[in-house]
């Protein structure tokens, strides 16, 4: 059990030329670009910068690399002034058997070598997960709109709700423990990144990496019928589930209660992450 909780728990404006009218008598022979030759010259210089200046303030974008993690990933970003822009965030995992979740399926490998039991844990585990990130970017380079590289601010929350059956042998008996509930958790963090305008109106936004930090809160129950179980195996079976307080950081506190109906499985902890190594793909509008 204690592995398995470890388990489950990123215009400007335009530069004006000054037009003059050249004078015909000083040029009888007509060598002088005419008035409309440089009518018009002036009329392309400015369309010209008017392409090079000129950003789209909207950009939809998804992210491809959370599609390994079964996960689906957009956001929108906002340009609010020439080269600082508000990202919202959304992006949500479908409740999923954990073991067709290719990251996952993958590191199975590593568990069977170490307990066997993980993997029938895992076997039964669902996971759901929805996260909301709003963040502030800001960006280098002398082209003006997103792109370049970039720092950005940002705070997220996590909702996920995760179900598991765990089996728990004593001297005389199995217990099958359905267990379920939710985690929440909220933090703010740094990252950088950078973006590029790779078509006329098609991004390419790079994670790079950065970080954050937070506060976790997990509120998890199991109904059974655990009424023939001694006392003492009620008190092994909290300190079972309490173990997972040595692997996780910070002030940790997770603090489980046996009953004759089930389990409740509640605590706090620190909410931390990375964002990194995520390749976005856009719309410009």
């Known amino acids: 059990m204690r592995k398995l909780f470890t388990l489950l728990l990123v215009l400007s404006g335009l530069h004006g030329f000054a037009q003059t009218t050249p004078s015909t008598e000083s040029d009888p022979a007509g060598t002088l670009p005419t008035f409309s030759a440089l009518e018009k010259l002036n009329s392309s210089a400015l369309e010209d910068i008017s392409k090079d200046e000129v950003f789209r303030k909207n950009i939809l974008k998804i992210n491809l690399s959370s599609l390994a993690l079964s996960n689906y990933s ?8 020439r080269k600082i822009t508000f990202v919202a965030g959304y992006s949500f995992l479908p409740k999923t058997n954990a073991t067709s979740i290719p990251l996952v399926d993958r590191g199975l490998d590593e568990f069977a070598d ?76 740094l990252m950088i990144g950078s ?34 179980m001694t006392p003492q195996e009620r008190r092994d079976l909290e300190e079972d589930i309490e173990s997972i307080n040595d692997d996780l950081p910070g002030n940790s506190t997770i603090d489980a209660t046996v009953t004759n109906t089930g389990v409740s499985v509640k605590g706090n902890g620190p909410f931390a992450g990375i964002r990194g190594l995520g390749f976005n793909l856009g719309i410009a509008f």
């Open 195 to 228: 973006q590029w305008l790779i078509a006329k109106r098609v991004t390419f936004d790079w994670y790079i990496m950065g970080g954050h930090y937070g506060k976790m809160k997990v509120d998890l129950t199991g109904t059974a019928d655990l009424s023939t």
């Open 114 to 189: 170490e307990d066997d039991d993980i993997i029938d844990q895992l076997q039964s585990a669902t996971i759901a997960n929805k996260s909301y990130t709003g963040e502030i970017r800001f960006y280098t380079g002398k082209k003006p709109g997103a792109r370049g590289f970039y720092l950005s601010l940002y705070g997220r929350y996590m909702d996920l709700d995760a179900t598991y059956v765990h089996d728990y042998d004593t001297d005389f008996n199995t217990y099958t423990i359905p267990i379920g509930g939710n985690i929440k958790g909220y933090g703010g963090g």
């Open 74 to 81: 957009l956001s929108y970003e906002r340009s609010l002034t």
